[in-house]
C-alpha cells in the first residue's frame, strides 16, 4: 500500500470521523437530508417507483450514461465493464473485479442508476489503481464504500435534474439518511456526546417504516463501512463540493488537512 492511500485506511478515517468537532456538521447535514426525504415522500409517486424493470437490452445503455457521468465528474477515462441482472442478489449491485462485471437486481431506471454509479465507481477505484481489490473489502472498505456512496449521490442529483424526476433520489437519499443518523449514533456512543434527541428522533420516523423503499436497498444501509464512509464524505462534500472525488482520484486530496478545514470553516459560520 502506497504512501498516499495510507491515509484512506479504516483506522486513519475513524479517527478522523469520531471527533466532537464533526457533531454540528452532521447533525445539519441530517437535518438537511432529512427535510430532503420527508419531501420526496410526498412527491415520488408508488406509480414511478414501482413501474416495470428496464429491459435488460436497455442495461447497457444506462450504464453507458452512468460512466459518462462520472468519467466527466473525475476526469478520467475509465475501461469499460460489463453488466447483468442478478435477480439472487440481497442487496442493490455487486462488482465483480475478476470479471469487472457489475451485477444489479432487476429493477426500473429510476432505482438502477444510484446502483449501478455506486458499483461503477468501484470499477473505477480498481481500474485506476487507486486500490487494490483485497483492501476493498479489507483495511479499505470505509473509503471505498463512502466513495462510492459519493458517486452514487451525484449519480443521483445529475439524473433527476436532467431528466426532471425526483424518483431517482428517493433510494440514495434513504441511504443518506441512513447512514447520517447511525454515524452520529455511533459517535454520540463512543465519545459520550448527548444526542440531539429532536432530531434524531425526527429523522427515525422517516427510517423506520419508509413508504416505498425496497428491501435491497434497506439491507445494503445496515453496512457499517457504508455508513461511516458516506458520513465522513459527506463531511467533506459538504464543504468542498463533489469535486473531492476527482482530487482523490488523482492523487490530489490531504484528508487530515482537508478535515480540518471543514471543521474550522464550518464552525466559523
Known amino acids: 500500500m502506497d504512501t498516499y492511500i495510507q491515509q484512506f485506511t479504516n483506522k486513519k478515517i475513524y479517527e478522523l470521523l469520531f471527533n466532537k468537532k464533526n457533531i454540528p456538521i452532521l447533525e445539519k ?7 430532503q426525504f420527508n419531501e420526496l415522500l410526498h412527491t415520488v409517486s408508488c406509480k414511478t417507483y414501482f413501474k416495470k424493470p428496464l429491459p435488460k437490452k436497455k442495461l447497457k445503455d444506462l450504464l453507458f450514461e452512468v460512466k459518462t457521468e462520472v468519467d466527466l465528474l473525475l476526469e478520467v477515462i475509465i475501461p469499460n465493464c460489463e453488466i447483468c441482472y442478478d435477480d439472487k442478489l440481497l442487496i442493490d449491485g455487486e462488482y465483480n473485479w475478476v470479471t469487472s462485471k457489475v451485477y444489479t437486481l432487476k429493477n ?8 449501478i454509479a455506486h458499483e461503477y465507481a468501484h470499477h473505477a477505484q480498481i481500474t485506476s489503481l487507486l486500490l487494490k481489490p483485497e483492501f ?17 449521490r451525484y449519480v443521483a442529483k445529475q439524473f433527476a435534474q ?15 439518511l441512513n447512514d447520517l443518523y447511525s454515524a452520529c449514533q455511533s459517535i454520540y456512543k463512543t465519545i459520550g456526546i448527548k444526542p440531539n434527541k429532536q432530531l434524531m428522533c425526527a429523522a427515525r420516523k422517516n427510517l423506520i417504516k419508509p413508504k416505498l423503499t425496497n428491501a435491497a436497498t ?9 455508513q461511516f464512509g458516506n458520513a465522513f464524505f459527506q463531511i467533506h462534500e459538504n464543504k468542498f463540493g463533489p469535486k473531492i472525488y476527482k482530487e482523490i482520484m488523482h492523487g490530489n486530496y490531504d484528508l487530515a488537512t482537508k478535515t480540518k478545514k471543514a471543521q474550522l470553516l464550518k464552525r466559523k459560520e
Open 136 to 152: 476493498v473489502v479489507a483495511e479499505l472498505s470505509i473509503f471505498g464504500e463512502g466513495y462510492a456512496e459519493g458517486i452514487a
Open 218 to 226: 434497506l439491507i445494503e444501509a445496515q453496512k457499517k463501512p457504508h
Open 29 to 35: 447535514i441530517l437535518e438537511q437530508t432529512a427535510a
Open 162 to 176: 436532467k431528466e426532471k424526476e425526483q424518483a431517482f433520489l428517493y433510494n440514495q437519499t434513504y441511504k443518506d
Open 108 to 115: 426500473n431506471r429510476e432505482q438502477l442508476a444510484a446502483p
